[in-house]
């Protein structure tokens, strides 16, 4: 590739500073596939805060991966902290800056559900079925098993069953196509299981919290199970999505026949 072809690529070729949008790196141009944004820099990007920032002054790159509905913010930040420290000078050698960010980097993590291992409700939803009415993503049954270390709920569709383990003050890692399930009758072929890691608690004595992270991807998406004698209401609420709706149909559910771990 050419070094004409990049400058010709990601110069300004169409104005969108009029297209109403407020936010200042989108109101810098855009090239040939390539956004322009403040600071002589430019960039690809993707849904919810995909980024591949080009800094030629600085012949740095930087690459970002999130899920924010708010995507101007994520490039503020580089220009309020990242930019300002980037220097054509090699920085002196920093000893203790250098072990505090290690140990900063090091101690970088995403907080589990907060709650109780179990509650007066757990022997009695444990082991249960729950047959749900019509839903978008195709769940006929919902099972929830617990146990002192976490929880599992297996997901019955016409695909066959999925189970995604929560882990109790940790994240369990597995895999689920829950969050593309609903979107399997707009595309072909149906989509793979995609990697999750999830964490569940008791929040209060009858309603259980499910954290999903699809973390190889931007979503997430939180279940709150609230339980009675007999049934159980699924609330949904995803981090972000593209019509910018994050509550997603309640699902309910009614319990069938007897414990399946009872003998």
């Known amino acids: 590739m050419s070094q004409a072809w990049v400058d010709e690529a990601t110069s300004y070729q169409v104005p969108n500073a009029a297209s109403g949008n407020v936010n200042p ?19 690809g990007d993707g849904a919810f805060g995909q980024f591949c920032i080009v800094m030629p002054e600085q012949e740095a790159v930087l690459a970002i ?38 140990e900063r980097l090091a101690s970088l993590s995403v907080a589990t559900v907060a709650g109780a291992a179990t509650s007066p409700r757990t022997a009695g939803a444990s082991g249960r079925e729950f047959a749900v009415g019509a839903n978008d993503d195709g769940i006929s049954v919902i099972r929830f098993d617990f146990a002192a270390d976490g929880g599992t709920l297996t997901l019955r569709t016409e695909d066959g069953e999925q189970q995604i383990v929560c ?50 991807t931007p979503f997430r998406r939180t279940l709150t199970c609230r339980f009675t004698d007999d049934g159980v209401q ?20 009614r319990m069938t026949g007897a414990s399946t771990t009872e003998p």
């Open 25 to 43: 790196d989108w109101q810098q141009g855009y090239g040939y596939q390539f956004w322009r944004c403040r600071n002589g820099a430019y960039r």
């Open 65 to 102: 991966t999130s899920g924010v509905p708010d995507m101007q913010a994520v490039l503020n930040l580089v220009w309020e902290h990242l930019l300002p420290g980037m220097s054509a000078q090699a920085l002196p050698d920093d000893a203790a800056a250098a072990g505090a960010l290690t």
């Open 167 to 216: 882990g109790y003050g940790a994240w369990a890692l597995g895999e689920s196509d829950l969050e593309s399930a609903f979107l399997r009758h707009q595309r072909a072929p149906r989509y793979l299981p995609n990697k999750v890691a999830a964490s569940g608690a008791w929040t209060d004595d009858s309603t259980y919290v499910a954290d999903v992270w699809w973390y190889q």
């Open 234 to 253: 699924v609330e949904q609420q995803v981090n972000v999505s593209s019509s910018g709706q994050t509550e997603r149909p309640l699902i309910e559910g």
